[in-house]
Structures are given as structure tokens and as C-alpha cells.
């Protein structure tokens, strides 16, 4: 599955930004099933795990960004989102979008950068 993100820049801390990711290719049959994923790495560090949904729409997110970041999905639009909120320098990281289909195959989009100033 090809993806596509977009979304990122720069931001003052506090601020906010919602990153999208499209599959611009994939049809809603091909695209539903699938489990979406946000994923970041920052500077000198491994990549991590943000957020991710489900086929059925059930998330899940990492500690660091509980009750700032939310994750949801447009099937229509073969997008996920990624709304971020209360930004913060720790959130300095390029952002990345993944698929997963239920055969347990990944795809990545390219990565997008999210710079937070203090």
C-alpha cells in the first residue's frame, strides 16, 4: 500500500497540528481492513510507536501522548489523521505513517517532520 503524509512543520509549544496520511492508490475494500499506524523518531533516538487503529476503530496510544494526541480514520477518504494538541519540544520528531494488512504485511509512507520551538 502506498502512503502519502502530510501535515507537519513547525509549531510553538502548545500549539497544534494534525498530520494526514493518505493511500491514494487503494480502494475502500483494500483500505479498510487495514490497521493504520503514527509513528515518530526523533533526533538520536528509535523509532517509537504514537498511535494506532484498528479496522473496528479501537486505539491505542503511547504514554507521552495519552489525552494530546488523537488518531482516527476516514475510510471514504483512505486517510488517517493524527490530531496533536498541547504540543511540546519532546514532540520534535519526523512522523511517520504505516499500514498493516490483516496478512500481517507493513507498508510506510515517507516521514514528515514536526519541529516544536520552546
Known amino acids: 500500500v502506498q502512503l502519502q503524509a502530510s501535515g507537519g512543520g513547525l509549531v510553538q509549544a502548545g500549539g497544534s497540528l494534525r498530520l494526514a496520511c493518505v493511500a491514494p492508490r487503494a480502494i475502500l475494500s483494500t483500505f479498510s481492513p487495514l490497521e493504520m499506524a503514527w509513528h515518530r523518531r526523533a533526533p538520536g533516538q528509535e523509532r517509537e510507536l504514537v498511535a494506532k487503529?484498528?479496522?473496528?476503530?479501537?486505539?491505542m496510544y503511547a504514554d507521552s501522548v495519552k489525552g494530546r494526541f488523537t488518531i482516527s480514520r476516514d475510510n471514504g477518504k483512505k486517510t488517517v489523521y493524527l490530531s496533536m494538541n498541547n504540543l511540546g519540544p519532546e514532540d520534535t520528531a519526523v512522523y511517520y505513517c504505516?499500514?498493516?494488512?490483516?496478512?500481517?504485511?507493513?507498508?510506510w509512507g515517507q516521514g514528515t517532520q514536526v519541529t516544536v520551538s520552546s
Open positions: 487503529i484498528t479496522n473496528d476503530r479501537r486505539t
Open positions: 504505516s499500514a498493516r494488512s490483516m496478512s500481517g504485511a507493513d507498508s
